[in-house]
């Protein structure tokens, strides 16, 4: 079982939708959960991080559900300017910042 | 937030030689990685800098051939020995407040390296 895995992409909608993506992951002692946004050859950025009661950013809203080991990002709304890959990040271990990175999933918003 | 210089930006380099990478951020920061992205695949974590010390290499990864210094809390190297194709690879350097787990971690732009 790879660590990190997200819905395999692409998904293609029309501006005004709503978009969910989800991950999940296999190593249970990790403790910090994250989605990166990563933009046609650049470098990735961070969206937001997931916090365990939820959380949200405007449009964008990050769930994490331990037991299950499952993180989703939603994206209302969707903006022509939201076509990215969006990359489910998790931490290596409970003591360390070192990040692993799921293959993640791309997103094309049309007009 | 950080502000990372990588260079060389993309190179183009024969089988059997060696590339050195540059990274400088323009603060101090306790915790500096290196990644790999291969073509069409998420990042991979090559190794931990460690500042003063020898770098911790995730499995798969070795010293013989991804030799890293990090002389200092700014300035990190990455090299990339006895190239064959199979490295060439998009190789990012990343950097992250150690003091806690769930901070940000802020990425250079990338090296783009093609072996021919």
């Known amino acids: 079982r790879k660590e990190v895995e997200q819905d395999p992409g692409p998904f293609n909608v029309p501006e005004g939708a709503t978009v969910a993506f989800n991950c999940t992951y296999s190593?249970?002692?990790?403790?910090?959960f994250f989605w990166y946004r990563q933009d046609c050859r650049k470098e990735p950025k961070l969206l937001m991080s997931?916090?365990?009661s939820g959380n949200e950013d405007g449009r964008f809203t990050a769930q994490l559900n331990r037991a299950s080991q499952y993180i989703s990002l939603l994206i209302r709304d969707s903006k022509l300017s939201d076509s990215a890959t969006y990359l489910c990040?998790?931490?290596?271990?409970?003591?360390?910042?070192?990040?692993?990175f799921g293959k993640g999933t791309t997103l094309s918003v049309s007009s | 937030s950080a502000v990372i210089s990588q260079k060389p930006s993309r190179d183009i380099c024969q089988r059997g030689t060696s590339l050195t990478i540059q990274c400088q951020v323009d603060?101090?920061?306790?915790?500096m990685f290196w990644y790999r992205q291969q073509p069409g695949q998420s990042l991979t974590l090559i190794a931990t800098?460690?500042?003063?010390?020898?770098?911790?290499?995730e499995s798969g990864f070795v010293i013989d051939k991804f030799p890293i210094s990090r002389p200092n809390l700014t300035f990190s190297t990455l090299t990339v020995s006895n190239m064959s194709p199979e490295d060439s690879s998009i190789y990012l350097c990343?950097?992250?407040?150690?003091?806690?787990?769930?901070?940000?971690?802020?990425f250079g732009q990338g090296t783009r390296l093609t072996v021919v």
């Open positions: 990040v998790v931490n290596k271990d409970q003591a360390g910042t070192a990040l692993i």
């Open positions: 190593n249970s002692a990790s403790q910090s």
């Open positions: 997931v916090y365990s």
């Open positions: 800098a460690n500042q003063g010390s020898e770098a911790t290499y």
């Open positions: 603060s101090q920061v306790t915790m």
């Open positions: 990343s950097v992250q407040d150690g003091r806690r787990s769930n901070t940000e971690a802020f």
